[in-house]
């Protein structure tokens, strides 16, 4: 089996963890946790009313009526400009993963991207005296959807697209301008690549108005993509069997000794940022009706799931406290503080788990059993939704609450699947502890022997 493994399974999970693509869009999505961060407390901290009664009445009466303006300020400078930053972060990973300095590169990609945005909006509407409706355009009004996380996937194939026509046009030698070696080096640079920045920016536009004109009847590129797409893909995404696919899928790769949620990433992250922040938008908009939000959506995995890390490794340690204690004091010790805090590292590697049969069952059991009573318990309206990105080191129950505006039902949650990996894993543990009693019955019986 480990030969087959060897061979044929992990050189192809392997290429799928180094794929530059893949690495570029989870790199800059991670990259951009700051931003993701504080829009998604600015979103918590204005409606925190859902969850504590009185919060509103409070806040109001300390700061005065507009005391929810600095949160969606907040809001707006980062949830609402989304595709904006992922454009400029996946193209200049992409380009340094080239050997580029990228900076060229991300400028290139966001006029690219913006090049296919609608040039008008329609925002004017006037009632006339006959009871008609006239709808007159403004040029040169942008609609948030073009750039927030609606528009994400959008942003992430043209981030690619214009970086990799880019990155080859600068490398044809007969489109690089180059100065006399008096001019200052930063000059010669721009001076260098200003063809092939030129050349992208034309070719994208031009297939952007050759689309339009012949392909879709007049639709733009974002909106045709996402609606060929991005809704089916996301729809597809917002699913319990997806989520059981994600769930084995990470924990497999883990058993064999590689990064599950790394070699993924490129294709979860976005899946789940967009769910995560068109989650983060309804609440900002106030919207109570649960059933409108996504399930999957944002740190789901993190904070219902993942409970002490992969494999919810917290509900093992615990079973090894209840089952024995003293003996198990160095794994406990090893591993307790770090996986608080979804770090287990020293559990997966010092059990160990990774390569070890007897617990493949329960470390890719447990996530299952976990998702599947985290989707269904949010899907038939049992728990508060996702909309709050958390960071993924935020402790168990602690990150239930969080992750759901601060809402009870979601720490709730969280530590009702403790218990359930609680329960899984304590067969487990009782298991290898009679594993290990008969391993040194027998280890003193042959010293007699020798003896």
Known sequence: MMNFVEKYIMPTAAKIGSQRHLLAIRDALIGMIAITMVGSFAVLFNNLGGAIKGYDKLMEAVFGLNWK??????????????????????????????????????????????????????????????????????????????????????????????????????KVKQLIIK???????????????????????????????????????????????????????????????????????????????????????????????????????????????????NVMAGPFFDAFVFLGGSGATLGLIISMILVNRKRNKQMIALGGAPGIFQINEPILFGMPIVLNPLWLIPFIGTPIVLTITSYLSISWGLVHPVTTNIPWVTPAILGGWLSTGGHWTGAALAAINLVISVVIYLPFVAMQERIDAKKLKEAANNNNVAM
């Open 69 to 170: 303006t600095l949160g969606s300020d907040i809001w707006w400078g980062t949830f609402a400009f989304m595709t904006v930053f992922a454009v400029v972060g996946i193209a200049n990973k992409l380009a340094r993963s080239y050997g580029d300095e990228g900076f060229e590169a991300m400028l290139v990609a966001l006029a690219s991207y913006f090049v296919l945005v609608p040039q008008s909006l329609k925002a004017v509407s006037v009632t006339l005296e006959n009871g008609d409706t006239a709808t007159g355009g403004a040029w040169g009004l942008v609609n948030w959807s073009y750039t927030n996380s609606t528009a994400l996937f959008t942003g992430i194939i043209v981030a690619i697209v214009a970086t990799e026509i880019f990155v080859r046009l600068t």
């Open 179 to 293: 100065l006399p070696d008096g001019v200052p080096p930063a000059v010669s640079k721009a001076f260098a690549k200003l063809l092939p920045g030129m050349l992208t920016i034309f070719i994208i536009a031009l297939v952007g108005l050759l689309f339009r004109l012949y392909l879709s009847d007049g639709v733009y590129f974002n909106d045709w993509l996402n609606s060929v797409l991005v809704k089916p893909l996301t729809n597809a995404a917002d699913s319990l069997p997806f989520a059981i696919g994600i769930a084995f899928f990470i924990h497999f790769f883990w058993v064999l000794g590689l990064h599950g949620p790394n070699i993924l990433g490129g294709i979860t992250t976005p899946l789940f940022t967009a769910l995560g922040n068109e989650n983060i938008d309804l609440a900002a908009k106030g919207v109570s009706k649960w059933s409108e939000y």
